[in-house]
């Protein structure tokens, strides 16, 4: 296969049971619902950024995610957010999950979370800022309902706040 | 997180989601959908690799841009480094959810074992 025709097999790195465990859940058909959507009407270069991960970051002045709840109860995830400063490094930083090898995003938080790739961009004039804030939540929400309904409006205020007009979203 | 792009979107922010399974939208019908084949927990690229990142990165920008309507999936051409099976991604414990679910997980797995 060509390099221009890859298709991204979602599911290249998972053992074969996982891959048929979590493959189950997913229809063969394409999703025909309403997408929610807001054009970017502006070059990028033109657009304040945020970004926001789901692998678990936190600042070390700030209180872990729960890990130790899921534990005990192995369908909840913690469904808050925290705060990470646009020039936040891996020497600033927490990362609690359950679900991946958390060592590569302790070594260089770029792998997930791109501050320092986003502020060589605004420093280039590629973007046209990235927001002094960007955000993190821990990604295993079986449930979402309390991340969507509790969480995300206070994210999204925040985001209004500081003028952002597009995410970067990198899920773990 | 797909959930989570629907929802800026509706609050009137553009969102490019940067994932490693594309496969869930069709679950759940994400906005802009930047897919990339590198190991969960590093859609970005590989530590300090600063050029790799950035060009990764650049990608999922222009899809921000190309992006005309609600739902499309632009598959990015990088290609990881290592063979799949030495990315080391999992955790060191299995998970508390795949721990309560082993015993059907091992089911499922044999089935798809036979059916190859």
Redesign the interface.
């Known amino acids: 296969m060509s390099?221009?025709s890859?298709?991204?097999?979602?599911?290249?790195?998972m053992?074969?049971?996982?891959?048929?465990?979590i493959?189950?859940?997913?229809?063969?058909?394409?999703?025909s619902?309403?997408?929610?959507?807001?054009?970017?009407d502006k070059?990028?270069s033109e657009?304040t950024f945020t970004l926001?991960t789901?692998?678990g970051i936190s600042m070390k002045s700030d209180p872990l995610f729960d890990m130790e709840r899921?534990?005990t109860?192995?369908?909840w995830g913690d469904p808050s957010y925290r705060e990470i400063p646009k020039t936040a490094t891996e020497r600033d930083i927490e990362v609690s999950?359950?679900?991946?090898?958390?060592a590569?995003?302790k070594?260089?938080i770029?792998?997930?979370l791109?501050l320092?790739?986003?502020r060589?961009?605004e420093k280039e004039g590629?973007?046209e800022k990235l927001a002094p804030t960007c955000y993190s939540?821990y990604?295993?929400q079986?449930d979402?309902t309390a991340?969507?309904n509790e969480t995300?409006p206070q994210v999204?205020d925040r985001?209004?706040q500081e003028s952002?007009?597009?995410?970067?979203?990198?899920?773990? | 997180m797909g959930q989570v792009a629907r929802f800026l979107e509706e609050k009137g922010f553009s969102t490019v989601t940067l994932t490693n399974t594309p496969e869930f939208h069709r679950q759940v019908g994400i906005p802009r959908v930047a897919a990339i084949e590198y190991p969960y927990g590093r859609p970005v690229g590989q530590v300090h690799d600063q050029d790799g990142q950035r060009e990764v990165l650049t990608a999922a920008l222009s899809v921000l841009e190309n992006a005309k309507e609600p739902g499309q999936i632009f598959h990015l051409p990088f290609t990881w480094p290592e063979e799949p099976k030495k990315a080391d991604w999992q955790p060191s414990e299995i998970s508390p959810i795949v721990k309560l679910n082993l015993d059907e997980i091992k089911r499922l797995g044999a089935e798809a074992r036979k059916k190859r």
């Open positions: 390099e221009a890859k298709v991204v097999d979602g599911f290249l790195f053992p074969p049971a996982l891959r048929a465990w493959s189950k859940d997913i229809p063969d058909e394409t999703f619902g309403k997408i929610p959507w807001t054009p970017l070059s990028i657009t926001m789901s692998a899921e534990k109860e192995p369908a999950h359950l679900h991946i090898n958390t590569y995003i070594q260089d770029n792998v997930v791109p320092a790739r986003f060589e961009f590629l973007i939540y990604g295993f079986l979402p991340l969507l995300m999204a985001m209004r952002a007009e597009a995410v970067l979203l990198t899920p773990t």
